[in-house]
């Protein structure tokens, strides 16, 4: 079975940065993609970066300049670097592992599209 494990997150002042991992197992990161996303209360889930086995990457214009996505495809572990973190950064970040959607146009995909980790809380104040 596919699963996602995501760390890293926790509370933050604004301007200051968090580096969030996933751990996954039961699959070959080659089959395709792995993506960020994120949801705050009371809004939908958005993208915020992803990743194809090439290394090609695509980000949120929000998050542009700021947030890195990074891969390491020989343990399954994929990474989020969030410097200069924003209060609307503020959010329950979620790995993704599915397909080139995910990436280009950071599609958000349904559980059946998709696999979700359990998310990890990333809080700015």
């Known amino acids: 079975d596919v699963q996602l494990v995501e760390s890293g997150g926790g509370s933050v002042q604004a301007g200051g940065s968090l580096k969030l991992s996933c751990a996954g197992s039961?699959?070959?990161?080659?089959?395709?993609?792995m993506g960020w996303f994120r949801q705050s209360p009371g809004k939908e889930r958005e993208g915020v970066a992803g990743?194809?086995?090439?290394?090609?990457?695509s980000y949120a214009d929000s998050v542009k300049g700021r947030f890195t996505i990074s891969q390491d495809i020989a343990n399954n572990a994929l990474y989020l670097e969030m410097n200069d973190l924003k209060p609307e950064d503020s959010a329950m970040y979620y790995c993704?592992?599915?397909?080139?959607?995910?990436?280009?146009?950071?599609?958000?995909?349904?559980?059946?599209?998709?696999?979700w980790g359990p998310g990890t809380q990333v809080t700015v104040s």
């Open positions: 993704v592992l599915g397909d080139k959607r995910i990436v280009f146009p950071l599609k958000v995909p349904t559980t059946m599209e998709a696999y």
């Open positions: 039961g699959y070959t990161y080659s089959s395709c993609c």
């Open positions: 990743i194809d086995p090439d290394g090609s990457t």
